[in-house]
Every structure is written in structure tokens, then in C-alpha cells.
């Protein structure tokens, strides 16, 4: 079983802060996801990368595949409460269709 | 990118009956794929539901339990049966994106309690 550990678990933070949320395997993929999730809703695609030490930015996110395709990081810089929700990694594998997700993280931004 | 409804939204059930969830897509997809998650949970994968094939469960979920159907490219219900507190969850479904990588896009999910 592949497994992605993500961390922290927990994040809350003041309006204006930086964070860093981390997805670990020890397992390689040919590319990894990172969804975000609101109450009552799906979780919705943010970006995927798929080649090793690629850096991926949307605004204020900043996203990082490592050069062994077998972690990625989620750096906001400046959050907002609007990007309060739960932060959801996943990876998979060419024409395996599923995905695995990680523990995820909850992250709530104070204003 | 595909656009997923699902219903119901939520539902309160008697324990023991049994309640079906509809995914609907609005394109033909070839795999379908049913989630649980307890709220601010990760996802938990139940089976994968091709057309044309009985689905595949992942381990800890069974057919008699968790019956799928999936009649055509662009619709998929699954039925949780014999309702029990345990089951009490958010149920999602969702299809594979190819062109980008892999990544899958949700419904909004149904949330099911049981009494």
C-alpha cells in the first residue's frame, strides 16, 4: 500500500501569515496532487505536477515536487481567511486511475 | 474539466434500511470511483466502478454491503445497505482526469446520517 503522510494535521494562523504543508511517501509517483476542500463541498483540484523538482504557483500558492517525485510541499504566502479549508494531497500512477490521498490538513486562517 | 452532480445532498436514515446515491457526469468517463470521509477526514477509498464490469472493491468493503451500478459512460449509483451508526459519513464520487495527470474531479458529496 502506498502511503502519503501530510503534516501537520492542525494549522491556524493569523491573517497575513506564511505556511508550509508538507506530503511524504516513500513511495515514488509519476504525479501528485493537491486538492482544497470547504464544508459541504468536494475537494477541488488546485494543481498537479508530475516531474521531479517542478515548482508549480497559483497566486499566493506556491507548490513544490520534490526531485525524487516522492514528497511535495504547499507554501501560501500572506493567507487570507478565504483560504481556510482542508488541504488534501494525493498521488498516482500512469493508467492505475485511482488516486491515494493523504491524512490532510486543516488549516484556519484568523483574521 | 468533467462537471459532477451527485444526490442527494444529505439524508437521515433508519437504521437497517438502505439509502442510493446518484452520480451523474456530464461526460463519458471510463472509471468512476466512490469515497467515504468522516468530515475533516482524509478520503477512503470504497471500489471503482467501470462500465460494463462489476466493480472493484478495495479491501474492508464488499459488494453486499456497498452495491454499485454502473449502467452507461455518464452515470453510477451506489447503494449503502443495512444502514448501521457506523455508517453515518460523507459519500463522494468522483472521475479521473487524464489530461491532467490523474487528478479527479469530485461531487459535492452526500452526507448521511443515521438514527
Known amino acids: 500500500t502506498q502511503l502519503l503522510e501530510q503534516s501537520p494535521q492542525f494549522l491556524s494562523i493569523q491573517e497575513g501569515e506564511n505556511l508550509t504543508v508538507y506530503c511524504n511517501s516513500s513511495s515514488v509517483f509519476s504525479s501528485l496532487q493537491w486538492y482544497r476542500q470547504e464544508p459541504g463541498e468536494g475537494p477541488v483540484l488546485l494543481v498537479t505536477?508530475?516531474?521531479?523538482?517542478e515548482v508549480k504557483k497559483l497566486k499566493r500558492l506556491t507548490f513544490q515536487f520534490g526531485d525524487a517525485r516522492k514528497d511535495s510541499s504547499l507554501h501560501i504566502t500572506a493567507a487570507q481567511t478565504g483560504d481556510t479549508g482542508l488541504y488534501l494531497c494525493a498521488a498516482s500512477n500512469t493508467n492505475a486511475g485511482k488516486s491515494t490521498f493523504g491524512d490532510g490538513t486543516t488549516l484556519t486562517v484568523k483574521p | 474539466s468533467a462537471v459532477i452532480s451527485q444526490k442527494p445532498s444529505r439524508d437521515i436514515c433508519q437504521r437497517g434500511t438502505s439509502l442510493t446515491i446518484q452520480c451523474q457526469v456530464d461526460?463519458?468517463?471510463?472509471?468512476m470511483f466512490w469515497y467515504r470521509q468522516q468530515p475533516g477526514q482524509s478520503l477512503t477509498l470504497i471500489a471503482t466502478?467501470?462500465?460494463?464490469?462489476?466493480?472493484?472493491?478495495e479491501s474492508g468493503f464488499v459488494i453486499d454491503k456497498f452495491p454499485i451500478s454502473r449502467p452507461n459512460l455518464t452515470f453510477s449509483t451506489l447503494t449503502v445497505s443495512n444502514l448501521s451508526p457506523e455508517d453515518s459519513s460523507i459519500y463522494l464520487c468522483s472521475v479521473e482526469d487524464r489530461s491532467r495527470g490523474g487528478a479527479q474531479h469530485f461531487g459535492d458529496g452526500t452526507r448521511l446520517s443515521i438514527l
Open positions: 461526460s463519458q468517463v471510463t472509471m
Open positions: 466502478a467501470n462500465q460494463g464490469s462489476e466493480a472493484t472493491y
Open positions: 505536477v508530475v516531474t521531479g523538482g
